[in-house]
């Protein structure tokens, strides 16, 4: 695996502590420092067991802290108005619930709504994202919300209406720093989905039924690798099919990820260590890598003979690097390299 970034960790302590607060009725400022301070030693406490993102804590020190605390605290005054309009965002404090479970009859799609509130002759639902809630490589000046984030509030419209048999008046991505979207819908397009999450789940379970010996093939017929979804992703390490595109793509932006041969490790001036590797795959470079903390990467000894490297930081020089805040080392056992 590979760690979380800070945005991630500041998203879910952003998104507990507004959960709590609406929760509990908070309406005071000294109630939200409380909520979050809550929200803060929870997520330490979790990052605190992960030897790849202690070196996170405290999340205070972290780049993006302050404002996405004071974005969470205009939020939270908003969502303690008694504002009733549907311009307010969000809703009526007295006639929301937050965190709805909601699923199909047979249980096989389902997910949680972050809050559903009461409006004029029916019921709104809010879906909150820690990050921005429009796609900034569309083109034009027309402001257009990320398509995954679109089909995802449009099938909580399924789903409610699957538990409710009506469909709700409005549906609406909220971003912590005030923004907001409400997004069109239709009966139609929203059951559409639905019935493709059936289908693709069907498909899933199809091709994992399909087991054999040889589960790489399995593996690969699932993945869709790409430069986007890999670069986000956690599991690039275990991940064949992602180390395949890349050497069939090797002109994508593909993540700075190396694995190769060690052929020096050394200590530098300032205690920290730099290794120089030639790469597993091609083309076949001496990658270096400067800058690693020792006490972050228990797999840079001097037993080791092979590495793989996540999320490194590029240099000025060519095929130079140095360590990031995700940055991670595994070791590699012979038979994999």
Known sequence: ?????????????????????????M?????????????????????????????????KNQQGYDEKKEQCRVLFKKASSLEPTLEAAPFRSAKRRHEVWLDTEDGRVGGYVDEIAKVD???ALID??????????????TKVPNEHDLKQVKLYAALY????????KLIRLASLDGSYVDVPFTA??????LVESYQLLADVNTIIGELTPDNSAIVSELSMPS??????????????????????LPAEPWPFDFCGKIIEL?????????????QKNEPAETITIRGLTPDRHPALTEESEFLAFFSALPDKAPHAYHEGKLTTVYSLPRELT
């Open 1 to 25: 695996m590979l760690p979380s970034g800070p945005a991630q960790h500041l998203g879910n302590i952003a998104h507990k502590t507004l959960k709590e607060s609406c929760r509990k009725g």
């Open 27 to 59: 309406q005071l400022d000294e109630c939200f420092e409380i909520a979050w301070q809550m929200s803060v030693q929870e997520e330490e406490a979790k990052i605190g067991q992960s030897w790849f993102e202690k070196h996170l804590i405290p999340i």
């Open 121 to 123: 002759r029916g019921e």
């Open 128 to 141: 909150y994202k820690s990050g921005k809630i429009f796609d900034e490589t569309a083109k034009g000046t």
């Open 161 to 168: 209406f699957c538990n409710y048999k009506v469909w709700p």
């Open 188 to 193: 139609e397009e929203c059951l559409l989905l």
């Open 227 to 248: 430069a986007k979804s890999c670069t986000k992703c956690s599991y690039r390490p275990c991940c064949a099919p992602y180390w395949a595109a890349r050497t069939e």
């Open 266 to 278: 050394k200590e530098l001036g300032n205690k920290s260590l730099l290794v120089k590797l030639i």
